[in-house]
């Protein structure tokens, strides 16, 4: 590696360590995001501790129903939630990386929900 290379990768982890220690302090694990036209800050900021990290796209992506997973029924920052017997499927988490081009959530135009009312018993 050239001293050029080292000392410039020098300087971006100088710049980047602030946040990215701002962040595992104090963020959720759920969903954290950045905005930046530097590719390697985007790449080390993807390291981020969290549920769901995103490069240049809204946070609001982060939905169950948009990954694919059905309605969203509840969310979790834990690292691991299950509790009591559990089988392989109960150990396994997973991890959503995301890198766009500024794309935003446009309200909820053309997507579908199917929901069935349930009878009430009192």
Known sequence: MSTMHWLAQLKLSMMFTPPFDHISSNGSAHTDCIVAENHEVAEAFLQVDSAAVFHNASTRFCDGARFGLGAEVGISTSRIHARGPVG??????????????????DGDKGVVYTHKDLPLKS
């Open 88 to 105: 392989v499927e109960g150990l396994l988490t997973t991890r959503w990386i995301l890198k766009g081009s500024g794309q935003v959530v």
